[in-house]
């Protein structure tokens, strides 16, 4: 909080700024990440129609699991198979 109570009226102690603009950006945030996710299966569900036929692996790994993780997501690994990302952030 800012300052004492003494520097706030009765009607004021309740209320914290920082709880309320929290509350907000998380709104913000899940409303972006359905938007997100809507795009995210476009791009998968094209690319499935493309590769009709053909061999699709889904994997799933981050960053901050290690260096091997790390390496997967951000080494080009798959630079020479046909593939899309869908990033979850």
Excluded: C
Aim: aromatic share 12%; no cysteine; glycine share 6%.
């Amino acid at each position: 909080m800012y300052g004492n109570d003494y520097d706030r009226g009765p009607e004021e102690k309740d209320f914290d700024p920082r709880e309320d603009y929290l509350k907000a950006l998380d709104k913000v945030y899940a409303e972006e990440d359905k938007r997100h996710t809507a795009a995210e299966k476009v791009k998968a569900k094209k690319f499935k129609e493309k590769n009709k036929g053909g061999f699709i692996l889904v994997t799933s790994y981050a960053d901050e699991d290690g260096n091997f993780f790390s390496t997967m997501e951000h080494g080009e690994i798959f630079r020479n198979l046909d593939h899309i990302v869908v990033s979850n952030h």
